[in-house]
């Protein structure tokens, strides 16, 4: 049974940061390629990033370039998502995916290439 599990959302005041986790078990996880979406509310869900398997290769959507640093560590089976200067409108459900599919496929139809979800963290930025 594959499990994505999230962790390290909270409150948060607007230009903090925040370093979220996620825990990958059931999967052969260096296989695969690795993502956050996240959904405001009211909002639809979103990509956000994506690394490759090997880790060399990561994709972000434009508003958190510069921002946002998605990396994994394969031994450990996890993947982060290290943000900084967070905005008021990056309140949202931010959640793991794994999909057997390139970056560039993840990050499309706003997940449709996604194999496997996690539940989500919330992560609130008041500003």
């Known amino acids: 049974q594959v499990q994505l599990v999230e962790s390290g959302g909270g409150l948060v005041q607007a230009g903090a940061s925040l370093r979220l986790s996620c825990a990958a078990s059931?999967?052969?996880?260096?296989?695969?390629?690795m993502g956050w979406f996240r959904q405001a509310p009211g909002k639809e869900r979103e990509f956000v990033a994506a690394i490759s398997s090997s880790g060399i290769f990561t994709y972000y959507t434009d508003s958190v370039k510069g921002r946002f640093t998605i990396s994994r560590e394969n031994a450990k089976n996890t993947v982060y998502l290290q943000m900084i200067s967070l905005k008021a409108e990056e309140t949202a459900v931010y959640y793991c995916?794994?999909?057997?599919?390139?970056?560039?496929?993840?990050?499309?139809?706003?997940?449709?290439?996604?194999?496997?979800w996690g539940k989500g963290t919330l992560v609130t930025v008041s500003s």
């Open positions: 995916a794994a999909s057997g599919r390139p970056m560039t496929l993840m990050a499309r139809n706003n997940g449709d290439a996604v194999d496997y």
């Open positions: 059931g999967l052969p996880f260096s296989r695969y390629t």
